[in-house]
């Protein structure tokens, strides 16, 4: 490659020649920003899950009870069966389950949201032990746990009773606030056999005809975090009627607030990628065209075709060196200004389930805020590198084809 002619070129077409490095730069940067947040999409729709150590929670579409009074399920929690729970621990991508009996209590003096734990479970048992603030862990003798919140609103603490209907739980311990970041808050923790006996007291038996001795209406599937399989279909085929929460549930939401990976931004992103090949097409057709003089001459100084071809093929490599230093240049500038960029997710009544016809539990705060996990890959910008030249060499490749056509013969140098 003759670096002294090409800069002649450059020279006289400085403004153009600069134009489509400053657009294939650009194209760049935004391709690999938006492929930087695409991957920071599935990070941050697990957060809500993870304050529970969780990937996926099952619940199942239930019936609105006749009246609000003693123990209910919420209309989003109608009881999974053992038969159900069996099936769900048994999916290829779980690795731990555990389930709860949620259930509101609708008493005289006030409203209670509980949650009954199987003592010896490793997700919903671990999370109270590691955030017991006093007292002991427990539900031995009908032992129950309650939340700092509720024992500030009722004036209870360790060794003290709550009542709930008919029965008398003491305090055992008390725990830290939003223990589960508001999915599935309670007031009070309890044994499941204690939750079944209260909640089979009511009137959800002649609801729901419960028949097991032992169920709930709350499961969690721990799986890899970095698993991509299909959670929601295997977990449908067990009952329609089941409701899936994992990070699909948050991705759409991140999306629309990131438009960038939306489907409206992809399709910019194909319009403008577009435009930019068309573009860089153009040059070529256009560097060949008014340098034909220049060809044949070269030619007619034995310059073979591969010659020419190096000739310009290097000239394209040179510009795209450029392009994509500069274009990684404004990877960094771009990922500096989105660090501080914050997303909202708001959670579901059905997994952050407080009954919205309270005013005072309608107040929950449901929504979580976090910053994008943004950081520079340099595989990433490999690999977007790499498709690029890919792209360009191929068009500059088929463009030069026409080079066969411009024979020394074919035009009077002069």
């Known amino acids: 490659m003759m670096i002294n002619y090409f800069m002649a070129f450059f020279r006289a077409n400085r403004t153009k020649v600069l134009l489509l490095v400053a657009s294939v730069a650009s194209y ?56 159900e729970y069996a099936r769900l621990s048994g999916l290829d991508f779980v690795r731990a389950t555990d389930r709860g009996l949620y259930f509101w209590y609708f008493g005289q003096e006030r409203f209670i949201a509980a949650l009954g734990v199987e003592p ?32 500030a609103k009722t004036g209870v603490d360790v060794g003290d009773v709550v009542t709930i209907g008919q ?26 056999d204690d939750a079944v006996t209260l909640v089979g007291s009511g009137q959800m038996p002649s609801l729901y005809h419960l ?67 068309t573009a860089f097409g153009l040059m070529v057709s256009y560097n060949l065209k008014t340098r034909e003089k220049d060809i044949a001459l070269l030619r007619i100084l034995s310059w073979t075709l591969r010659d020419l071809k190096k ?17 990684n240049l404004l990877v960094f500038a771009g990922i500096y200004a989105l660090s501080g960029l914050t997303v909202s997710m708001e959670l579901p ?25 943004l950081a520079y890959d340099p595989f990433l910008a490999f690999g977007v590198t790499l498709g690029f030249l890919l792209i360009f060499l191929s068009i500059s490749l088929v463009l030069l084809r026409r080079l066969k056509k411009m024979k020394p013969l074919d035009l009077q140098i002069g």
């Not at 619940?59 to 209910?72: C, D, L």
């Not at 008398?168 to 923790?189: C, E, M, T």
């Not at 000739?311 to 274009?327: C, N, P, S, V």
């Not at 997994?351 to 996990?373: G, Q």
């Open 311 to 327: 000739q310009f093929l290097g000239e394209t490599l040179l510009l795209f060196t450029g392009a994509i230093l500069l274009g």
């Open 349 to 373: 009544w059905d997994i952050s389930a407080r009954p919205h016809f309270l005013p005072a539990e309608n107040a929950i705060e449901r929504i979580i805020t976090s910053t994008i996990p």
């Open 167 to 192: 029965d008398r739980f003491p305090v055992g311990g008390v725990l830290k606030a939003n223990l589960s970041g508001n999915i599935i808050p309670a007031d009070i923790y309890m044994g499941i």
């Open 120 to 151: 010896g479970s490793k997700i919903f048992a671990d999370i109270l032990a590691a955030n017991l603030a006093r007292g002991s862990f427990g539900f031995a003798g009908q032992q129950i746990l309650v939340t700092q919140d509720f024992a």
């Open 211 to 277: 028949t097991d001795d032992s169920y709930g209406n709350v499961v969690l599937l721990q799986s890899d975090p970095q698993s991509n399989l299909d959670k929601e279909k295997p977990i449908k085929e067990i009952n329609a009627k089941l409701l899936v929460f994992s990070e699909k549930t948050f991705t759409r939401e991140i999306k629309q607030q990131l438009k960038i990976v939306s489907s409206a931004g992809k399709a910019v992103f194909a319009v403008i990628g577009l435009l930019l090949v």
């Open 28 to 83: 760049f940067a935004i391709v690999a920003l938006a492929l930087s947040l695409e991957r920071s999409v599935n990070d941050i729709a697990t957060l809500p899950l993870q304050s529970i150590g969780v990937q996926t929670i099952v619940q199942k579409e239930g019936e609105i009870p006749e009246q609000m009074t003693g123990a209910v399920f919420p209309h989003s929690n109608a009881p999974i069966s053992t038969e």
